[in-house]
């Protein structure tokens, strides 16, 4: 049973401009939201997050965005650069328990 | 410094035989992970260990054995492999398991099972 949903396996984006990365979840005992970027051949590493009391959380060009009552969240990369060219990943969780991941999204960043 | 490393890297095995993984962090964390990501890019939490101690352990076959011999090692035995087993498996670690910590993973280990 899939609690975390990315619908969108691949986006392809210009650089400069805004890539939006979409997520949804069921469990609504997540309290604890997180981005991991990948690149072949590497872990995920960490990216942004942002718990269940806010609604927007910013780092840099990276910006979280999460609406509760529809259960979905966003992230945001302004402006996308070729190096954000990776897959990511939505994860979310309720306290006291792992990770629940999404498929991934894979974002290419064209010049 | 790699801060979670795993060996070996890729791991290529007959269907039958008895492999392991192994597992150091050394960012002094108390909790750690094995998850597993499949043909289909899934990455599933299959166990996890807080102090040395199972804390999680999701629906695996009794064939995937953890062992954790200190807090900074998370090791991974696998009997009788199979060719589902076919995958790669990430190792991660946190400072706890509740609340909102961060994990950090291993580069993965890349098992295909022959």
């Known amino acids: 049973d899939q609690q975390v949903k990315q619908n969108s396996p691949s986006l392809s984006v210009q650089e400069g401009r805004i890539s939006i990365l979409n997520c949804d979840y069921t469990?609504?005992?997540?309290?604890?939201f997180l981005w991991y970027k990948k690149y072949p051949a590497e872990g995920p590493t960490f990216l942004i997050s942002?718990?269940?009391?806010?609604d927007k959380n910013e780092d840099g060009r990276f910006t979280v965005f999460l609406n509760k009552s529809a259960k979905h969240l966003s992230l945001h990369i302004v402006p996308s650069q070729p190096g954000d060219s990776a897959v990511y990943f939505c994860?979310?969780?309720?306290?006291?328990?792992?990770?629940?991941f999404g498929k991934g999204t894979s974002l290419l960043v064209t010049p | 410094d790699t801060a979670v490393s795993q060996t070996p890297k890729y791991l290529v095995t007959q269907m039958g035989n008895d492999k392991s993984i192994k597992c150091e962090q050394n960012?002094?964390?108390?909790?750690m992970y094995w998850y597993k990501q499949d043909s289909k890019k899934f990455l599933k939490i299959m166990f996890s260990?807080?102090?040395?101690?199972?804390?999680i352990n999701e629906t695996v076959p009794n064939r995937f054995s953890p062992k954790s011999p200190d807090k900074a090692h998370l090791n991974l035995h696998i009997n009788s492999l199979e060719l589902g087993d076919s995958a790669v498996y990430f190792c991660?670690?946190?400072?706890?398991?509740?609340?909102?910590?961060?994990?950090?993973f291993g580069p993965g280990t890349r098992l295909l099972v022959l």
């Open positions: 991660a670690s946190s400072h706890r398991l509740a609340g909102p910590e961060t994990q950090y």
């Open positions: 469990n609504s005992m997540f309290d604890y």
């Open positions: 942002i718990s269940s009391i806010k």
């Open positions: 994860a979310a969780k309720n306290s006291g328990y792992a990770l629940n």
């Open positions: 960012l002094g964390h108390d909790t």
């Open positions: 260990y807080n102090n040395k101690e199972l804390i």
